[in-house]
């Protein structure tokens, strides 16, 4: 009988918020499939059970594998299957390499293996693991993704505020791309990942009169709440989450 592949969120940073349904699946899993956005690494790699791994420094740089590591402590000695999900715009190239991946995957799936990719937050939002989860499920594999909190539900319970109410709208936006033209959506706007491009968040900010705060690394043992615009620095981190309202919403 075949395994099955389960994307797992783990939440946002703070091993507390790890549900009871991911740290079950986690523990029943044979394999536990980590992502690397390491540039140099293109090839998915398995370690078998009870091996020491060849890439500690990258297990050491997995913020999901150190989420889990307290909770799950026997995780260390599951078999390992390392990813290769690279941040870069050629198409046909990520198109190649998550090929690979969920190829891989389907292999060690095909011999009764359950496999759980641990990814940050929650797997349906901006998650790396769907790349393989719709791949898996195209070829017929089962699959199962365990809802993790979102990070930008920490952030607002971390800054003790509300992100909407009644009729209110919210609104999530990647930060990577152009975010003018969101910011002029009504309601409350949230910008995922803007770390790299906050000079510019700031600035547009300021020209529209609005409000921000922000949560650098939420729940990690770096972080950094920003009550105001002026406050956040330049150069934040990548896991930067702003939330923004219309002056006079903040609560």
Sequence with gaps: MDGIFYGVGVGPGD???????????????????????????????????????????????????????????????????FLPMPMMKEKEVLKEIHDRCASVTEDLLRTGKDVAFITLGDPTVYSTCLYVHKRLKKRGMKTALIPGIPSFCAAAARMDMGLAENREELHIIPASYGVEESLDLKGTKVLMKAGKKMPYVKQVVREKGLEAEMVENCGMSQ?????????????????????????????
Aim: hydrophobic share 40%; net charge negative; with cysteine.
């Design 15 to 81: 091993p507390e918020l790890l549900t009871l349904k991911a740290v079950k699946a986690i523990q029943e899993s044979e394999v536990i499939a980590v992502a690397v956005s390491s540039p140099d690494f293109r090839e998915p790699v398995y370690e078998e059970a009870g091996t020491v791994s060849r890439f500690p420094l990258l297990l050491e740089k997995c913020v999901a594998w150190q989420i889990v590591l307290p909770a799950v402590p026997e995780m260390e000695y599951k078999a390992r299957l």
């Design 223 to 251: 972080e950094h709440i920003y009550r105001q615009v002026e406050e956040i620095p330049d150069d934040a981190g990548y896991y930067s989450l702003v939330i923004i309202k219309d002056k006079g919403e903040k609560r």
